[in-house]
T-cell receptor, first 115, second 115 residues
Framework: AQKVTQAQTEISVVEKEDVTLDCVYE???????LFWYKQPPSGELVFLIR??????QNEISGRYSWNFQKSTSSFNFTITASQVVDSAVYFC????????????FGAGTQVVVTP | KAGVTQTPRYLIKTRGQQVTLSCSPI?????VSWYQQTPGQGLQFLFE???????NKGNFPGRFSGRQFSNSRSEMNVSTLELGDSALYLC??????????????FGEGSRLTVL
């Protein structure tokens, strides 16, 4: 069975501070996909990134960056120079190759950015 | 391009009643998944459909059922509602097909309250 753990329940920062969200996953499969989604108050889950298990390259997209380390089964997410609009719940998720519509989500981390 | 559309957005039912929720995927997407989100259990996978066939089912009782139509639209039904069924029900669609896991695009959800 797959498991995704987001140990941080809530993180509060002041605008312009960096914030790092931790994600640790468990799976016995060698091929899998990892995702990060953002859920603003409106409720819709917004896709941020997908990474497959064979691609350990870190990625930067604007103020967002991701650090994937298979050795520690971690897929951490950093928001640089946070803004109030970044306030949301962030979910890490995992899926297997043959179950693309079935995501195992972590519990989510609430990020609160204050001016 | 229109996103994933879910109807109704909000509804209130009483215990014992049944409810049907509808989801229209993004045009061209043939994969539809459903998730239940509650404060206590988080995001939990319900079902996944591809080309009118249920590919995966989550660990929910038989009161939860779904189907997909030839135009890829999907419905889910919950019979004999219980208080614990109060939740945000999220639908997601994907371009994914066998061997190629794509990201899920989520709708804004249907918020069900059971009294």
């Amino acid at each position: 069975a797959q498991k995704v753990t987001q140990a941080q329940t809530e993180i509060s920062v002041v605008e312009k501070e960096d914030v790092t969200l931790d994600c640790v996953y468990e799976t016995r499969d060698t091929t899998y996909y990892l995702f990060w989604y953002k859920q603003p108050p409106s409720g819709e889950l917004v896709f941020l990134i997908r990474r497959n298990s064979f691609d350990e390259q870190n990625e930067i997209s604007g103020r967002y960056s991701w650090n994937f380390q298979k050795s520690t089964s971690s897929f951490n997410f950093t928001i640089t120079a946070s803004q109030v609009v970044d306030s949301a719940v962030y979910f890490c998720a995992l899926s297997l190759t043959d179950s693309w519509g079935k995501l195992q989500f972590g519990a989510g981390t609430q990020v609160v950015v204050t001016p | 391009k229109a996103g994933v559309t879910q109807t109704p957005r909000y509804l209130i039912k009483t215990r014992g009643q049944q409810v049907t929720l509808s989801c229209s995927p993004i045009s061209g997407h043939r994969s539809v998944s459903w998730y239940q989100q509650t404060p206590g259990q988080g995001l939990q996978f319900l079902f996944e459909y591809f080309s009118e066939t249920q590919r995966n089912k989550g660990n929910f009782p038989g009161r939860f059922s779904g189907r997909q139509f030839s135009n890829s639209r999907s419905e889910m039904n919950v019979s004999t509602l219980e208080l614990g069924d109060s939740a945000l029900y999220l639908c997601a669609s994907s371009l994914a097909w066998a061997g190629n896991t794509g990201e899920l695009f989520f709708g804004e959800g249907s918020r069900l309250t059971v009294l």
